[in-house]
């Protein structure tokens, strides 16, 4: 996280707004189990039919992207005897060092009701089973999806409960035969319980006391949403307009560091590749995530906090700003912070606009919520999944200290630049860093939202 009180903008120091405090006060760490217990309002045997409906594994369980380890994977977890049906497995490398996401269909596949006990037994064997093969696997996801329609009534698979581990993590808690499945699930990283499965899960009333401290159990932001944008309201009846004074980063300060700044995600294969590198190179950075994907696999944004990187403010929904009422550009920053915000204990203070796409109200809406808007000056064009010595070319052509590198965390294409990208700024006698970093001398410009908008468009900034 960027920590405000080391910078200075008109001569005074600047601290966490209050704004931001009451919202995390609100939003805390998940509570004890107690606290989970108005997820089980109604318990029904039967989920509704649309959850039930099968889906389709179209070209197969195997995912293609490592298809000889993804066989084997394949083939251990039907000998691991899996109580729902397998849709999908991916294994992805870069370095020798490969990961693994697992995808079933929540619901017992006989019957085709939900079970609490039954997904953490199946996500803690298909772990062990993962595990277990000789390919060394170094982390694992696994989640269990529900179909789900789209605004644009196309079926997509709503993960419903997720929960992601290291091999040394693994390891750790299956040597203790005397816990419980889910005992060991809940020391691995933050296990998520949507409430759309707990809801309906036949053993949701007996189990829901043994919850897990660290489960990730609230609805999504996405239920909240008319009370967000009612909130966004009062704050739009307020705004001044262009001439409103506002904060915004469009380079770092001098000295021998560059920004390296990663948009999207969490992705449950590429994270996990993208923070393998960057530990083993000692590399510090600034993620700046999707609520919605962190809402999906909070694991992975755990993971990110713990390694030290900060984690940045990319809106819910992922939605240009010039698309949006003033009161939807509020919901989207506020939904993202308190989804980071109950996960780290911290809030986001930097925000970056889906596709640099920022606008007068967008700037000061950030503003009075206390959160600055981000951009950068070498942007790697990765999204377009060039080659890795592009990406890396794009990253790092004309590189100077203060320099702000735009990456994303949606493709192998990224994983495979990044070595390069590091080795090539380190080459240039500088040295990647997080944001903060290279706002460490004050890099924080004071404008109108007027002159900022106006900027945009002279850079040309987009994704």
Request: net charge neutral.
């Amino acid at each position: 996280m960027i920590k405000w009180r080391r910078f200075r903008r008109n001569g005074r120091i600047l601290g966490l707004p209050a704004l931001l405090a009451a919202t995390l006060a609100a939003f805390p760490a998940p509570a004890a189990p107690s606290g989970l217990s108005h997820l089980a309002a109604r318990t029904l045997v039967v989920p509704p039919a649309e959850l039930l409906q099968a889906i389709e594994n179209g070209d197969g369980a195997l995912k293609g992207m490592d298809p000889g380890t993804e066989r084997s994977l394949a083939a251990e977890l039907e000998r691991a005897g899996l109580g729902q049906r397998l849709l999908k497995v991916a294994v992805a490398r870069e370095g020798g060092r490969p990961v693994a996401l697992i995808k079933v269909q929540a619901g017992d596949s006989q019957s085709r009701l939900f079970s609490l006990e039954q997904v953490e037994d199946d996500a803690f064997r298909s772990m062990r089973a993962a595990f277990s093969l000789p390919e060394d696997l170094q982390h694992v996801d696994f989640w269990a999806v529900v179909p789900a329609p789209d605004a644009e009534g196309e079926v997509w698979h709503r993960p419903v409960f997720s929960v992601a581990a290291t091999r040394v993590a693994f390891m750790h808690v299956e040597g203790n035969p005397s816990r419980t499945h889910r005992e060991a699930l809940a020391q691995l990283s933050a296990l998520r319980y949507d409430p759309v499965f707990t809801t309906y899960a036949r053993d949701w009333h007996s189990a829901r006391e043994a919850m897990p401290r660290t489960a990730y159990t609230a609805p999504r932001i996405r239920d909240q949403w008319a009370q967000l944008t009612r909130e966004g309201l009062e704050l739009a009846a307020t705004l001044t307009g262009p001439e409103a004074t506002v904060g915004a980063i469009f380079r770092g300060a001098n000295g021998n560091k560059v920004a390296l700044t990663i948009d999207d995600g969490p992705h449950p294969l590429i994270t996990p590749l993208f923070l393998d590198i960057l530990r083993r190179e000692g590399v510090k950075a600034t993620f700046f995530v999707v609520g919605e994907k962190a809402e999906e696999f909070p694991g992975l944004i755990r993971e990110i906090h713990r390694d030290g990187h900060e984690i940045g403010n990319h809106t819910y929904s992922h939605r240009r700003f010039s698309q949006l009422r003033p009161e939807e550009i509020y919901a989207e920053l506020r939904g993202c912070a308190r989804i980071v915000g109950a996960l780290t204990g911290e809030l986001p203070t930097a925000m970056r606009p889906p596709g640099g796409d920022y606008t007068v109200a967008s700037l000061e809406i950030a503003e009075r919520m206390g959160i600055v808007t981000a951009l950068w000056t070498h942007n790697t064009g990765d999204w377009a999944k060039p080659a890795p010595t592009a990406i890396a070319y794009n990253a790092t052509h004309e590189l100077g200290a203060g320099d702000i590198i735009l990456m994303h965390q949606g493709d192998m294409q990224s994983v495979k630049a990044l070595p390069l990208i590091i080795k090539r700024v380190r080459a240039r006698k500088l040295e990647p860093a997080r944001l903060s970093d290279v706002l460490a001398n004050g890099a924080i410009t004071s404008l109108s939202a007027r002159e900022a908008v106006a900027r945009r468009t002279r850079l040309c900034l987009t994704e």
